[in-house]
């Protein structure tokens, strides 16, 4: 059981990057530091358009619309985190 909670806690922290990643580009391409022309920018960010949209478009469905702020990132960062003491404070029950 150990091992999964180890694996779960992986998962979360890969998304947790992602997110990271994708907000961080986000900044990047809107400050028109990077370019979504050149091929290696766009395919980065296409990848984690597909990736975090699932998790986004729940959240967005929620959400009351904003006017061109995006709160669903920070609504994800704040489940994982969420999640992660969940699954902290219950491990020793899992053993």
Same mark, same amino acid.
């Given at each position: 059981? /150990?091992? @999964?909670?180890q694996?779960?806690?992986?998962? &979360?922290?890969? %998304? $947790?990057?992602? %997110?990271?990643?994708?907000?961080?580009?986000? $900044? &990047?391409? *809107?400050? /028109?530091?990077? *370019?979504?022309?050149?091929?290696?920018?766009? =395919?980065?960010?296409?990848? @984690? *358009?597909r990736?975090?949209?699932? &998790? +986004?478009g729940?959240?967005? !469905?929620?959400?009351?619309?904003? /006017?061109?702020?995006?709160?669903?990132?920070?609504? %994800?960062?704040?489940?994982?985190?969420?999640? !992660?003491?969940?699954? =902290? *404070?219950n491990?020793?029950? &899992? +053993?």
């Amino acid at each position: 059981m /150990q091992s @999964l909670v180890q694996i779960l806690m992986l998962i &979360l922290d890969v %998304v $947790w990057f992602f %997110v990271i990643a994708h907000v961080i580009m986000s $900044w &990047l391409i *809107n400050f /028109q530091v990077l *370019n979504t022309r050149q091929e290696f920018v766009a =395919q980065i960010w296409y990848g @984690l *358009n597909r990736i975090l949209e699932p &998790l +986004y478009g729940r959240v967005r !469905r929620i959400l009351p619309p904003m /006017q061109g702020i995006d709160l669903a990132p920070l609504v %994800v960062l704040l489940a994982i985190i969420a999640i !992660r003491i969940v699954v =902290q *404070n219950n491990a020793p029950a &899992l +053993y």
